[in-house]
């Protein structure tokens, strides 16, 4: 059941984006928000934090203001616009294998660290960090591919959206028009 309605809300995605009278803004919008809101959702309802559900809401606000000013930014060809649609998901992926990789939520013993280190698994949410705490205070460092790959997507992600950032503040108009229908992303 799941695999269909993954396969349904993806083929509305590629319906959303084929459609050429829909402006490019609320492709962006449509596409972005649904992730974002169960985040939102999930830090507020589930796990109490309403301050952090309220600053990723923010920080989405800022995300889209600055992702529909790179897309709408003339100089960048295609495919640099399009790139933070995936780098933005595999920084993502990146942080959430990092922040894992010590498995505390096993059972003492069977974690990682106790498993092959002989320490305590310690994760930090940011910057991403896992590693093995010992008793002597030396650490064996757990993830550290992940952590490569996390910064160099977050790193391209930033500049891209500060490119984008920068467009909107230079030129206001260009933001408005990724929300007029008929507008393509190349103007």
């Not at 600053?55 to 000013?69: C, N, T």
């Not at 467009?167 to 929300?179: H, L, S, W």
């Amino acid at each position: 059941m799941i695999g269909l309605l993954v396969l349904l809300a993806c083929a509305v995605a590629l319906y959303l984006l084929a459609h050429p009278r829909i402006a490019p803004g609320v492709k962006v919008l449509v596409l972005t928000a649904p992730p974002v809101a169960g985040v939102v959702w999930l830090l507020d309802a589930v796990a109490g934090e309403t301050s952090a559900a309220v600053a990723v809401a923010a920080a989405f606000g800022v995300v889209l203001i600055a992702l529909s000013g790179l897309l709408g930014h003339p100089r960048l060809p295609l495919w640099t616009k399009m790139s933070v649609f995936v780098t933005v998901p595999v920084a993502a992926v990146a942080w959430l294998l990092v922040v894992t990789a010590d498995d505390t939520i096993k059972d003492p013993g069977e974690d990682p660290c106790s498993l092959y280190y002989g320490g305590v698994g310690v994760s930090k949410a940011f910057p991403p960090q896992a590693y093995c705490l010992h008793e002597g205070g030396s650490t064996d460092n757990l993830a550290s591919g992940a952590q490569f790959v996390f910064w160099v997507c977050f790193v391209s992600s930033l500049l891209l959206l500060g490119a984008g950032l920068w467009e909107v503040v230079r030129d206001p108009r260009a933001f408005v028009r990724q929300f007029r229908r008929g507008t393509s992303l190349s103007e």
